[in-house]
């Protein structure tokens, strides 16, 4: 046993920085830590008890990927006070239902895997444990629950097994056989419709792409047969095992869940991401298997070590490289699998894209030998699976290499991708391979990717993102407007103001009309044409240039953009002077949404229209899409957040008013206190239903546009008698997708009207699953 | 939970009108990065690209040599958000642009005039003194040259 040191008692802080200094000190064990650790919190519990039980109550929470350590301390802590680890293990049961009543479903599970850890710590009995577990298993049986209620409690029990799946076996093998055939019964009977929209790759070669609960209840099995043997988890309280058996245990309060409610919002479900396996790297150790219950408990420590550290990359990187069983794991393997998992998630990542592209620089730094080696395997290896792979993902591969390379030179072996030269263009690969060329040339500059590539890639190189402009040619001259686009040009060289600027305009003719309008500004797209494209030539040399145009020429965008046609209109223009330049259209297009010379509707329109047909299927089309309804909901966010906040300064002022009010009976002055709070919460209420009738509106009209286009396309394909699905197809209706999945908090709101309107029976059983798999998500 | 990539650092505009107090509450509310490092040649284009990684970018400002206005190798970014700035200091300070490692800091907010570099000849500061070769900041520094 270890000699009794005098007990002196800590400092608050100096609580703190013990237990996060418990796990990085390197001269003495982690056993001799713990032990050391334990005499001294126990030494200051007369009088930082509470303090100490919100600190491990926190690293429950937020340290799950310590989870055994913590619990080993609550062990040796228990064993010396059997009150404090009673207390403990009420305040955890008190946590765990706040979580679940604020739906912190993920925390609630590290909370729960604490506590079943804690039965192998001596502190709780296993009986007990077994009958927070039934009572969870029993959520299955619940009627009318949404399905992914059931399965997070189904999940949380599960998962929770590796810790304590041989301790509650060997203490209660027939209930746990019982839960399990419920267990079983239950992931027999869920549905899985929601699934194919959440795989990232549409074969199932060479890894199948699991639903979570499915791959996780083969883990389980095998764990089972293999009689729980469970060898990676790192166990410190066994070392103390003498100690610790001799503890007294507690039982676990009975734990009912609280009931499904309105508000409850449960976590989606996942498909199980994986891309590696022990063929992967045959120099280095095994990679466990798909269904081994290792995988899943790296898996799951990786993902908490992310989560508790993406905002310190350095950190984060350093963390996932001291994973312990280095020598046991291809880790650099796990890392990459696991980081990649992230990237590529769907609906969305857990984290912002670039901070993913960042972490693995920092990774490539620490392990500069190693890990670069695995990212240029794991990149060729997602090039060859391109065509099964989804749009969405699609977009992120692209994304994250462009910019990964960009840090780099630009280094990569071409040649190696030749055989996507001999392809059609519009092929997945290829198309890949242009959408990242062009990325390069945003990050850098045109020649600078004509000199990276072979001459043979000539065909996939970005386009000069040159302006052009149709007027400015002496040849055209015989273009009607032709005259009126040199004498704007004059005008404006000559800092002429709105006014002036409208006065050359009258002199256009309208090619719709007979005669002109009187008041000379009905939809004219000569006008436009020739004051857009003229303006923008005029302004092309930055986007400041531009932005300033736009500014200066304000008055006369909105004139001509007063009717749906001219809106549209003026962003058929921009495309025509602009598209060789997709990034200056998406910051014009942006900055005229956000000055409202256009709006979102006419936006979407645009995006449909035939005009833009031909360039349906690049990446920079969705990526403005996205961009606009992103700013609809923003603004919509915006006006509610000031209404909520004016309603809250004006129950403020009543209780000021009520609090102070005793003399005063004056009603007409807190009338009028009121007035203009009032009149402003009236005018906001109006402006928050506007907002959100033209949000609605903007998804209506994009799914309407997906739903004419898509049949089309089937009813050509089926009277033609070609196949649907050609990659037009496959990336129509993943974009489809898209929009369902990265907005789904907003369009949940339109179920509805989706269903009655658009989504219903009569449609394309092609086009009505996508829809039918969205509404899987969440019931 | 630590997020030192987001803190403030340790540099203080000189030039700044107000006390210490104000500039240091303006860089904890701002919006706006200053972004240095950059190449001559790096254009807006590419800031936005980059930048636009961590969210919607309000407004880029060129930083100009004061007497040629031209690029002189530094920028000012705003974006919409603070969140999205705090990103761009977790991600993209450090990272490298037109094969530079370029760094961002906060600003307290920019200002006419503030686009403008301080050293002597016109151009940053840094430039003035460097007696290194950047084939991308003009070459020797200009007290070499």
């Known amino acids: 046993g270890q000699p009794h040191k005098r007990r002196r008692t800590s400092e608050p802080s100096e609580i703190e920085e013990r237990l996060e200094a418990l796990l990085c000190r390197r001269n003495s064990s982690l056993e001799s830590n713990l032990e050391g650790l334990a005499g001294v919190l126990e030494a200051d519990l007369p009088n930082y008890k509470s303090k100490i039980l919100r600190i491990l109550c926190t690293v429950a929470r937020l340290l799950p990927e310590k989870l055994t350590v913590y619990t080993t301390l609550v062990g040796l802590l228990n064993a010396r006070n059997y009150n404090f680890g009673g207390e403990f293990v009420e305040a955890m049961i008190r946590q765990l239902k706040e979580c679940l009543k604020v739906n912190m479903y993920n925390e609630a599970v590290h909370l729960v895997r604490f506590l079943s ?14 009958a927070m577990f039934e009572n969870f298993v029993s959520v299955t049986q619940e009627e009318d629950v949404p399905q992914v209620r059931c399965d997070w409690y189904v999940f949380v029990f599960l998962s929770s097994l590796p810790w304590v799946g041989k301790e509650l076996y060997e203490k209660k093998d027939a209930e746990m056989d019982r839960l399990l055939s419920q267990t079983e019964s239950y992931l027999k009977r869920r549905q899985k419709i929601h699934v194919p929209m959440l795989q990232v790759w549409t074969a199932d070669k060479p890894h199948p792409q699991e639903e979570y609960l499915d791959c996780l209840w083969s883990q389980i099995q095998k764990l089972k047969k293999d009689r729980w043997q469970e060898r990676h988890i790192l166990r410190p309280y066994l070392a103390f095992d003498s100690i610790l058996c001799e503890a007294l245990q507690h039982n676990l309060p009975p734990f009912t869940p609280p009931p499904h409610t309105e508000d409850s919002v449960y976590p989606m479900p996942r498909v199980i991401f994986r891309m590696f396996d022990y063929t992967d790297d045959p120099e280095g150790p095994v990679m466990p298997g798909s269904h081994s219950v290792e995988r899943f408990v790296i898996e799951e420590n990786l993902h908490c070590i992310i989560k508790s550290h993406w905002k310190e990359r350095k950190t984060c990187a350093a963390q996932l490289l001291s994973y312990p069983g280095n020598n046991k794991i291809p880790l650099n393997y796990h890392i990459v699998e696991v980081i990649f998992a992230e990237l590529f998630q769907l609906p969305s990542p857990p984290h912002i894209e670039v901070m993913y592209t960042t972490l693995l620089i920092e990774l490539c730094k620490l392990q500069p030998g190693s890990l670069p080696q695995v990212l240029a395997q794991a990149t060729e290896m997602l090039y060859m699976r391109l065509d099964s792979m989804n749009t969405t993902c699609v977009d992120r591969f692209i994304n994250w290499f462009s910019h990964h390379l960009s840090n780099f030179q630009f280094r990569w072996s071409w040649e190696d991708w030749s055989d996507c030269l001999t392809q059609d263009l519009e092929k997945p690969k290829p198309k890949f391979v242009k959408e990242v060329l062009e990325k390069c040339m945003r990050l850098s500059y045109h020649q600078r990717i004509i000199d990276i590539v072979p001459a043979s890639f000539s065909v996939l190189s970005p386009a000069n993102p040159v302006c052009i402009y149709k007027y400015g040619d002496e040849s055209n001259r015989s273009l009607p407007g032709y005259t009126v686009a040199l004498c704007l040009t004059i005008a404006i060289k000559n800092k002429a103001s709105n006014d002036e600027i409208f006065s050359i305009l009258k002199d256009v003719p309208n090619p719709n009309q007979d005669d002109d309008d009187d008041e000379g500004f009905t939809f004219n797209p000569l006008k436009i044409e020739v004051f857009v494209q003229t303006l923008l030539h005029l302004a092309a040399k930055s986007f400041s240039h531009s932005f300033s145009a736009l500014a200066k020429f304000h008055e006369v965008f909105k004139t001509l953009a007063e009717s749906d046609e001219g809106k549209l209109h003026i962003l058929r223009v921009v ?7 997709p990034q200056m259209i998406a910051v014009l297009v942006d900055k005229m949404i956000r000055t409202q010379i256009v709006d979102c509707a006419a936006v979407a329109n645009w995006i449909f229209s035939s005009e833009l047909a031909h360039d349906f299927t690049r990446f920079y089309i969705w990526e403005i899409l996205h961009s606009t309804i992103r ?10 957040k000031e209404l909520e906040e004016t309603k809250a300064r004006l129950a403020r002022q009543h209780k000021r008013r009520d609090s102070d009010d005793d003399d005063d009976d004056d009603d007409r002055s807190s009338d009028r206190e009121d007035g203009p709070l009032e009149e402003q919460i009236e005018r906001l209420q109006e402006k928050v239903e506007s907002a959100q009738s033209e949000q609605k509106n903007l998804f209506l009209v994009i799914f309407q546009r997906f739903i004419m286009l898509l049949t089309e396309h089937l009813v050509r394909c089926e009277t033609g008698g070609i196949d649907v699905f050609t990659p037009w197809y496959k990336s129509c209706i993943e974009r489809l997708q898209q929009i369902f999945l990265q907005h789904h908090q907003i369009i949940q709101q339109y179920m509805v009207t989706l269903e009655n309107l658009l989504f219903t029976a009569e449609l394309d059983h092609h086009i009505l699953a996508v829809f039918q798999q969205f509404c899987a998500l969440q019931a | 939970r630590s997020d030192s990539y987001a803190d403030l650092s340790q540099y203080r505009d000189q030039h700044f009108r107000g006390t210490r107090y104000d500039q240091e509450r303006l860089l904890r509310k701002s919006c706006t990065l200053y972004v240095g490092n950059l190449s001559f040649y790096t254009t807006e284009e590419q800031i936005h690209e980059l930048f636009g990684k961590s969210g919607d970018i309000k407004k880029v400002i060129m930083g100009l040599d004061k007497v040629k206005k031209t690029a002189c190798g530094f920028c000012f970014v705003e974006y919409y ?3 999205d700035a705090e990103n761009a200091m977790r991600y993209i300070n450090g990272t490298r642009l037109d094969d530079r490692i370029i760094r961002t800091d906060w600003d307290a907010g920019f200002k006419e005039g503030r686009q403008y570099g301080r050293g002597r000849s ?11 070769y950047d084939a991308g900041r003009g070459g020797y520094g200009k007290t070499v040259q």
């Open chain 2, 122 to 132: 016109g151009g940053q500061v840094r430039d003035e003194y460097r007696q290194d």
């Open chain 1, 631 to 640: 700013k609809m909901n923003k603004h919509v966010l915006k006006i509610h």
């Open chain 1, 117 to 130: 850890d804690l039965v192998n710590c001596h502190v709780i009995a296993a009986p007990s444990m077994v």
């Open chain 2, 81 to 83: 958000a603070r969140g």
């Open chain 1, 575 to 581: 495309y025509e002077v602009w598209k060789n330049h």
